[in-house]
């Protein structure tokens, strides 16, 4: 079954659409959701709520890339499920690591919020990941937009721990003085 396929079954308002996500894209949401919440239960939980939210709106959003927009409402519900698991003490993954590690390369999301169209930092940083190699762009898309593990990223690529971890370490470096010289920051 293709996406336009599958978005039709959505529209149709055809239950086999939440069937067929699961079993095409059930892994795979999965995975996002284990990698931020560390935990297999609540990354269970996790696909579940997003195979209720892709129920909920589509229709009327009518992705035209079904695996970027799953992941990111897999992102979204795994974000906000973390946020209260932390907020309670609880929870574990990689998601704080990653956020520490970026923190030093972007500012407060509100200010940012207040000073910036939104749009055009995600253009800012989407130019940035262009210019990379690609070795690189893996790297860093695998670590701060699936927030695998670091160990995860190495044996997928068969590098060392250490290698990407500089890797990693200068990139963000780089991304800051991207956003400097954009005016991000």
């Given at each position: 079954?293709?996406d ?69 409402v ?12 932390h ?17 030093d ?10 000073q ?27 670590r ?30 780089k991304l ?10």
């Amino acid at each position: 079954m293709d996406d336009k396929e599958l978005i039709s079954l959505y529209f149709a308002r055809d239950e086999k659409a939440v069937t067929e996500t699961q079993r095409i894209f059930g892994g795979y949401l999965y995975t996002i959701a284990h990698n931020i919440l560390g935990s297999v239960q609540d990354a269970e939980e996790c696909v579940n709520d997003v195979l209720m939210r892709l129920w909920n709106h589509i229709p009327p959003a009518k992705p035209e890339n079904v695996y970027a927009y799953f992941a990111s409402v897999a992102r979204s519900v795994a974000s906000k499920r973390y946020k209260m698991k932390h907020a309670q003490k609880r929870g574990g993954g990689e998601t704080a690591l990653v956020l520490d590690e970026l923190h030093d390369c972007c500012t407060d999301p509100d200010t940012v919020e207040q000073q910036i169209d939104s749009r055009a930092l995600r253009e800012t940083i989407a130019a940035f990941i262009e210019t990379l190699k690609p070795e690189q762009q893996t790297i860093f898309i695998q670590r701060y937009w699936y927030v695998c593990p670091i160990e995860d990223i190495a044996e997928d690529l068969g590098i060392s721990k250490s290698k990407v971890s500089v890797t990693l370490m200068r990139t963000r470096q780089k991304l800051r003085k991207h956003l400097e010289q954009e005016g991000f920051l």
